[in-house]
């Protein structure tokens, strides 16, 4: 859509705080709605971008809060939930070990901790990929009738996946106890990791969103990956050595991500840092052509929402 | 009224502006997947064209807001109003022309598609104000007023679920006139709550008004638009028709929507087939016989349905169906023969049934009237009249009823009270 804003004088603070009791005529900024592709005038897209970024900041602070409480207050068992799945899988992955039914190599954690940590890591990573499709879904109401900045829901999705990690902390916190497992002073970077990984999940799941609002396909695919995908990230077996399979597990992104995550917070001995800073790089370049390609698919979605 | 020439006061401006919707769901889809690409490949233009199954929705609509004015659009259903409601708002993107908006836009919706139903009305009044780009500090500023708006008491601190359907209407409202919107979009809104409520909430927005917000306003309401707005538009088929002065405009809106609505002469074609009985006509006459191009509140009327029956019928009756002229207009009432004169035997031939309106109980606006002809206990359809819109003209400071009470008056004293 072509939309251009003219700042005019006293713009902002004036259209923003005193527009109940305002006073001077015309004192609101201007937005000018076209036919013609925003793509065209790039300096004033991301002045846009960026403007509106800024100004989602309360809205995103309010719809994190907003579904935090609401996920928390509706589950009696409240954080517990952000325990089981990896809790289950690591019982499943030791007692299939046990048995030799799979059979992984040596890691270097005792298994079930080994696979708990990852499942958490890689759960956080779901949650974000899976994010802002769904928060898109569950606002689809609100988007087809209100212009509020969208990133925040975005956002507020970004913060509500790094909140139920936190959550997850916890587990992870008892589990290095429990097993004695010696912590490097490299786990302070380990939220940097962290971090990364939910922006990369991020990255992913803001490309789909607004496709996800045409199709239902999209979401159904998602899932699907996501299940394939798992098998082919160190989660519940350690890196793979040389071969086809090792190959593809290596040229998974989130590869790098969640086994430097793990490596910083354990033996502080980083595996693979080039991949890992590759797939940074790569993430904030991303992050910012699939921001600009929300922000122009969405009004089509929603044109073909309903309201 | 289009241009924005500087120093005016103008807040919105619609230059020109088309706007194309396909109705092919699937192709819809696949175009809109087009068009993102487009978008994206910095190749969108203004288009002057349809692809296959598309029409258009507005075709160049150009119309001005100035600050604290209102401005109405009137059409009927597919017109385009909420289309062009949606644009300003700045939901989707015009495929042609352009629109200027200065300030905020706001919906006047009832918000209550964005509560949390688990959380307490306190956390969602602040979740829907911040929606509305108000920011911390006016919302705590505006918090009481709110609360006290919507009249949900003690129960602030409860979650929305707990709410009766009223409640979170009024919580909605009074979130939505609560913000301080530059420009209000209002989509035929206020017809939900209780008039008390309804009243507080125009009052609200008169006062919002005056603080110099502008109003696009939609309604099949003329009434509304009548009392409501400084200049109105009328729309058909995503084209304006007329501009101007609402008294005007919703005139000639009036003259089309009731000259639609006559049955033309030997309507047979949406006769259930082989029924064997017909509707031909459904004209309103004076106790005289002369027909009435329109009604008139507390004046006699007759309704006569004039048919032809192709065997003997035994046990006919009619229904007469009227409702509000609107989308999904409110049923007004609904006359049926058995209940008041029992079933009737028609001859083979023609026949006209006449209905008796000693007064017309309607007050001034747009109803539409549908006959349906039934036989036997069980109502089998013989036929059924399309719907027509008919005009009632009302008198002086009726316009606020909701239907038109006949009375006289008479002062009694002294002597007469004995």
């Not at chain 1, 699939?290 to 122009?296: E, H, I």
């Not at chain 2, 003209?393 to 008056?409: A, K, N, V």
């Amino acid at each position: 859509m072509g939309q251009r804003r003219v700042s005019k004088a006293n713009a902002l603070v004036a259209g923003r705080d005193g527009s109940h009791e305002r006073g001077v005529p015309g004192s609101a900024e201007e937005v000018v709605y076209n036919a013609e592709s925003r793509v065209r005038r790039p300096r004033e897209l991301l002045a846009v971008l960026c403007r509106d970024l800024v100004a989602s900041r309360e809205l995103a602070w309010r719809f994190m809060v907003r579904d935090l409480r609401a996920q928390y207050r509706q589950a009696a068992l409240g954080v517990v939930w952000a325990f089981v799945p990896p809790l289950l899988l690591a019982v499943a992955a030791t007692l299939a070990s046990r048995a030799q039914v799979i059979n992984v190599g040596a890691t270097d954690l005792p298994y079930p901790a080994y696979v708990m940590f990852s499942t958490a890591l890689w759960q956080t990573f779901v949650e974000a990929l899976h994010g802002p499709s769904q928060a898109v879904a569950s606002a689809k109401a609100m988007l087809a009738r209100i212009a509020f900045p969208r990133e925040a829901i975005v956002l507020a999705k970004v913060g509500e996946v790094l909140v139920n990690f936190g959550a997850k902390l916890l587990l992870i916190a008892a589990l290095f106890l429990w097993f004695g497992i010696p912590v490097s002073w490299t786990a302070l970077l380990a939220p940097v990791a962290v971090l990364e990984l939910v922006l990369l999940g991020t990255l992913l799941g803001v490309l789909v969103a607004p496709f996800a609002v045409l199709y239902q396909d999209v979401s159904r695919a998602l899932m699907l990956a996501t299940g394939f995908w798992l098998f082919l990230t160190p989660v519940v077996y350690p890196m793979p050595g040389a071969g086809a399979f090792g190959t593809v597990v290596r040229l998974n992104p989130v590869t790098p991500v969640l086994v430097t995550a793990r490596e910083l917070a354990t033996t502080g001995a980083v595996s693979d840092p080039w991949g890992f800073t590759a797939v940074c790089v790569a993430t904030l370049v991303g992050l910012l052509v699939t921001w600009v390609v929300f922000r122009l698919a969405m009004p089509f979605a929603i044109e073909r929402a309903g309201s | 009224m289009t241009g924005t020439s500087p120093g005016s006061d103008l807040v919105l401006s619609v230059d020109r502006v088309s706007k194309r919707f396909c109705r092919d769901f699937r192709r819809s889809l696949r175009y809109g997947l087009r068009d993102i690409a487009s978008e994206l490949l910095g190749r969108r233009r203004p288009v002057e064209s349809l692809r296959t199954g598309e029409f258009w929705a507005l075709r160049e609509v150009s119309l001005g807001v100035r600050r604290g004015e209102a401005v109405g659009l009137i059409g009927p259903n597919g017109a385009g109003k909420t289309t062009l409601l949606r644009l300003i708002s700045g939901l989707i993107n015009p495929d042609g022309g352009s629109l200027t908006v200065r300030g905020r836009v706001a919906p006047l919706i009832s918000l209550g598609v964005g509560f949390n139903p688990v959380l307490t009305g306190a956390e969602n009044i602040f979740v829907i104000m911040t929606i509305l780009g108000l920011t911390k500090k006016e919302i705590d500023r505006r918090f009481a007023e709110i609360v006290d708006f919507a009249e949900i008491g003690d129960a602030l601190q409860a979650p929305v679920q707990t709410y009766s359907w009223g409640m979170t209407a009024r919580l909605g409202f009074a979130c939505a006139v609560h913000g301080a919107p530059d420009i209000l979009v209002i989509d035929e809104v206020l017809a939900v709550g209780d008039t008390r409520f309804r009243v507080k909430c125009y009052r609200r927005l008169a006062t919002m008004r005056d603080a110099g917000a502008a109003f696009v306003l939609v309604s099949h309401n003329p009434l509304a638009i009548l009392s409501v707005c400084d200049s109105a538009t009328y729309l058909s088929a995503g084209r304006v028709l007329a501009q101007g002065p609402p008294r005007s405009v919703v005139a000639r809106y009036e003259e089309e929507m009731a000259g639609n609505g006559a049955i033309p002469d030997g309507a047979a074609a949406r006769a259930v087939e082989g029924s064997g009985a017909r509707i031909e006509s459904v004209v309103f006459r004076d106790p005289a016989g002369n027909a009435l191009e329109r009604l008139v509140s507390g004046e006699p009327a007759e309704l006569w349905v004039r048919g032809r029956a192709e065997r003997t019928l035994e046990a006919v009756s009619v229904a007469v169906l009227v409702r509000e002229a609107t989308e999904g207009g409110a049923l007004i009432f609904e006359l049926q023969s058995r209940d008041d004169a029992g079933p009737m035997e028609v001859p083979t031939g023609e026949f006209a049934i006449r209905v008796k309106l000693p007064y017309c109980g309607l007050n001034a606006g747009l109803y539409s009237v549908q006959v349906s002809l039934m036989e036997g206990h069980f109502l089998w359809m013989l036929d059924q009249s399309p719907t027509r819109i008919f005009r009632v003209g009302g008198r002086e400071g009726t316009s606020q009823w909701l239907f038109y009470q006949p009375r006289g008056w008479e002062l009694l004293t002294g002597l007469d009270l004995h």
